[in-house]
């Protein structure tokens, strides 16, 4: 399995790319972190990515126009790209997944109760499937509530150990500091 790249190692020797699985890849979020991904926003300028992206099969159009849209951007550190609607495919023998599928918290009467429900059986989807396809991988959960759907994912998915799960904790506190910043009329580093 990769790793980061090593402070020791020789310039001259080149990275094996890093393989990274992303769920949910041509929503919004995934819209806008398969191109840093692959333009070495997330793992450094140097190293190589593989892209594995994964959507539900009624998305997979707007998931094979992004694979257009990454093969026209040329981007020198992306080695593979492949796509597909089965978690197990898509997680196979990656290094990293980083999990965005799901309904997001949007305001619209959903509670986060709500999204409970309506992710969770969804993530113990995703957990079977790392479990199965990808025990070595690192784990990174976004979607909402990302605590509870990191527990769900790990909860299926015994052979992961649980030091290789991450959740996305810092986009309620980025919301809660917007949140005061505009209701005391300063700006954000203020708060």
């Known amino acids: 399995m990769s790793e980061f790249p090593a402070t020791w190692r020789s310039s001259n020797e080149p990275l094996s790319p890093l393989k990274v699985a992303v769920s949910g890849a041509a929503g919004q979020i995934g819209y806008g972190l398969v191109f840093r991904i692959a333009a070495g926003g997330l793992f ?11 959507e539900a099969p009624e998305a997979i159009r ?4 992004i694979t257009l849209e990454l093969k026209d951007c040329a981007y020198p550190l992306l080695h593979e790209l492949r796509l597909s609607a089965e978690p197990e495919q898509a997680f196979s023998d990656v290094d990293w997944i980083i999990l965005l599928a799901g309904k997001s918290l949007n305001y619209d009467g959903t509670s986060r109760h709500d999204l409970l429900h309506i992710n969770g059986p969804l993530y113990e989807a995703h957990g079977r499937a790392i479990n199965i396809a990808a025990p070595r991988s690192r784990v990174l959960v976004v979607a909402e509530p990302c605590n509870t759907m990191c527990l769900v994912a790990m909860s299926q998915a015994p ?4 030091e290789r799960w991450f959740a996305l904790n810092r986009l309620d506190r980025m919301r809660a500091t917007a949140m ?7 700006p954000v580093q203020e708060v």
């Open 44 to 54: 450094g300028s140097e190293q190589p990515v593989s892209l594995s992206l994964l």
């Open 62 to 65: 707007d998931l094979e126009g």
């Open 159 to 162: 052979n992961v150990p649980a």
């Open 180 to 186: 005061i910043a505009e209701k005391a009329g300063v």
